[in-house]
């Protein structure tokens, strides 16, 4: 069992930056174990924003490569998204997602486990 707690979200402007925290219990520090960030607007599915493999490579979606930095601290116990120069279309609710026990991540919400409560972040123009 993972435990996932999101935090950081909230409303900016246009152009403004966000940090999302994402603390895991307990934290794999050894073990495979992958970790994303996705989101959801408002009628829409669940999309993969960032994920972070086993070895802490980053991966993105087209839509934020550039301005969204994935990255992980104390033993993969933390998960963090920076987003900056926010859009609106980046408003949405944002969750992180946790998968133990796997080397390589995907950005298929269908292939976690593991999800917190979700932070909104709303972006306006």
């Known amino acids: 069992q993972v435990d996932l707690v999101e935090s950081g979200g909230g409303s900016v402007q246009a152009g403004g930056s966000l940090r999302l925290v994402c603390t895991a219990s307990?934290?794999?520090?050894?073990?495979?174990?992958?970790m994303a960030w996705f989101r959801q607007g408002p009628g829409g599915g669940r999309e993969g924003v960032a994920a972070?493999?086993?070895?802490?490579?980053?991966s993105y979606a087209d839509s934020v490569k550039g301005r969204f930095t994935i990255s992980q601290h104390n033993g993969k116990s933390t998960l963090y998204l920076q987003m900056n120069s926010l859009k609106p279309e980046d408003t949405g609710m944002y969750y992180c997602?946790?998968?133990?026990?796997?080397?390589?991540?995907?950005?298929?919400?269908?292939?976690?486990?593991?999800w917190g409560q979700g932070t909104q972040v709303t972006v306006s123009s």
């Open positions: 997602a946790a998968d133990p026990d796997r080397y390589v991540a995907t950005m298929d919400p269908d292939e976690y486990n593991y």
């Open positions: 307990p934290g794999y520090g050894y073990s495979p174990y992958v």
């Open positions: 972070i493999d086993a070895d802490g490579s980053p």
